[in-house]
């Protein structure tokens, strides 16, 4: 009586999980775990090989890989076709494709990959492979309402809804970091490009001779008895002033940096009378009076200018030649070219 008693309640259980998924359960164990993992472990499959296709589709290694589990996921298709048929029969050829299957894998994965992965991208495998298992999931549910148990839709469910959660954190830290690259890189007093940004450009420049342009360097004359006289906040003013006059005097392509103090930099692409000009052109931006909380103020500039020759050392000639506008009073000196006068 009781091993009777236990029998009714373990096939009460077994209908009471079965029942849900497969409605026409006879009590065969066997039939019932073959009509559900088979179907449900190809849609892994499928879901691995689209993962993993998207996190690198052009290695080699991988695409025999991914060969492999696609061979391997047809013939599981197959298999379950010509079984639901009736026409399936052991050692027909069909069977050999599981073997090809296993055997692409097994070369694809006795390949060494040259790529070194970060921790992190097998950790997006598995999360592309759970977003995509659960939303195969509840497209089947949203086709055939009912058909999966709740124990199956509650998990799918939450494993898009935090999918979304981590997609948007995620998105919330690109941006983020993206903004402390571009604060790292900026000056914060005039929002224009910093020391680094510009060493940088510099360097992508100098290193490539055949492209036209020149450095410039521009340094404030008087600007030390102006924010001692007026103060920080009016000399932090000047210099935000001076920044706009010259981005309006700079061609379009050119970069602006504030180097640090009262020193400037630009980087203009151009022949050497071009970029010559638009010295010149910065020069006579500070010619007339800033007006700051009152105050009419009169600031001077010195401009070294040099071309670029592929050479690195085009900061330390620019730095001599505003130095030696400075000390000559010409506003602007540049290095001789094509035998032009280099003062003017």
């Known amino acids: 009586m009781a091993q009777s008693l236990e ?9 009471f999980l079965l029942n849900p998924v497969l409605p026409h359960f006879t009590n065969d164990l066997t039939g019932a775990l073959f009509a559900i993992v088979f179907p449900v472990a190809d849609l892994i499959l499928l879901a691995s090989i689209a993962a993993i296709a998207l996190m690198d589709a052009y ?24 079984t639901i048929r009736g026409k399936y029969s052991f050692g027909e050829l069909s069977d050999d494709g599981w073997l090809l299957g296993l055997i692409l894998i097994s070369e694809g994965l006795w390949h060494r990959t040259n790529d070194q992965k970060k921790s992190s991208s097998l950790h997006l ?19 055939r309402p009912g058909y999966l148990p709740d124990y199956i839709v509650i998990p799918t469910v939450a494993t898009l809804g935090l999918a979304f ?16 690259r571009t604060l790292a890189r900026t000056d914060e007093l005039t929002g224009l490009p910093n020391r680094r940004r510009f060493i ?26 102006i924010n001692d006289q007026f103060g920080h906040d009016i000399g932090d003013q000047l210099l935000r002033q001076v920044s706009i006059r010259f981005q309006r005097a700079l061609p379009h ?7 640090g103090g009262d020193e400037f930099g630009a980087l203009i692409l151009g022949n050497y009378e071009a970029t010559l000009e638009v010295a010149l052109a910065l020069k006579a931006t500070v010619s007339y009076p800033f007006i700051l ?21 085009l900061l330390r000639r620019a730095d001599q030649a505003m130095y030696q506008a400075k000390r000559e009073g010409v506003g602007v000196w540049s290095e001789p070219s094509r035998s032009r006068s280099n003062n003017f």
């Open 253 to 259: 392509g050119a970069l602006l940096a504030r180097l």
């Open 165 to 180: 959660i981590r997609m948007t954190i995620a998105l919330r830290e690109a941006r983020s970091i993206g903004e402390e």
């Open 7 to 15: 029998l009714d309640l373990e096939q009460s259980e077994r209908q």
């Open 200 to 225: 940088a450009e510099l360097n992508a420049l100098s290193q490539d001779p055949k492209r036209e342009g020149a450095l410039l360097l521009l340094d404030l004359d008087g600007f030390k008895p």
């Open 125 to 143: 495998v598995f999360i592309a492979l759970s977003v995509m298992t659960s939303a195969i999931f509840l497209a089947i549910t949203s086709l």
């Open 59 to 82: 290695s080699p290694r991988n695409a025999i890989v991914l060969l492999g589990i696609a061979v391997f996921t047809i013939t599981d298709f197959l298999f379950l076709a010509l």
């Open 293 to 313: 909380s009152g105050e009419e103020i009169m600031v001077g500039v010195s401009v070294g200018h040099v071309n670029n020759d592929g050479k690195a050392d």
